[in-house]
């Protein structure tokens, strides 16, 4: 970089910092197809005999927050799998291991064509989650939809001077953006449970399914 000055152009040293990282993490549930293949029907049965909640939902189907009781071993397998990730990314402020004693509520979701999730944050929680037993076919035809949607955190970017301009940093692309992660069958997402995220139509003729979960 060069600035103006006495006697001409003068070289500065530059450091670029990126601060205030957002952790999103995906992790792959080890013998996913076993669980998924109880879990489905599982979640079916439910929501054919229980009524939906509304919450942050645009149709579809989503249980009451009690998915421990009645999502059986295999439920019970993939919150324990949640609750050791969460532990094994959480440390103290001087980067010392913690031993949480979670809190945990958990509960279902089933989205057919045309249903989605609004944008939302989950109060009160640490680290919100959620896990595809079914992706509904998107994993393989993107054309489908579904996608888990993340806005940007960082405020009031979007409503700044040059919307169009970006810095020219690592992810400085999607400031006042958003991303999106497509469902995969046996995938878990974690992340903060501050982050405002929401779930795009799903295009699709079969049925996105997914537990959602918050730590506390």
Known sequence: ?????????????VEVRNLFPTPVVVAQVPDHARLDAALAPTILARAATAPSTAHSNLGGWQSDWDFERWGGAEGAAILAFAQELATALTVDRLGRKVAPAWRLNAWANINRKGEANEFHTHPGSFWS????????????????????????????????????????????????????????????????????????????????????????
Do not use: C
């Open 1 to 13: 970089m060069s600035t103006g000055g006495e006697g001409g152009k003068v070289r500065a040293r």
């Open 129 to 216: 989650g959620t896990y595809w037993v079914d992706d509904g076919g998107a994993a393989a035809d993107p054309a489908l939809g579904g996608e888990f949607e993340i806005q940007d955190p960082r405020g009031v970017a979007p409503a700044m001077y040059r919307p169009e301009w970006v810095p020219r940093t690592e992810g400085g692309a999607s400031m006042g953006a958003a991303e999106s992660i497509r469902p995969i069958a046996g995938a878990m997402l974690l992340f903060p449970a501050w982050l405002s995220h929401a779930v795009r139509p799903y295009r699709g003729d079969g049925a996105r399914i997914s537990i959602a979960f918050n730590l506390s």
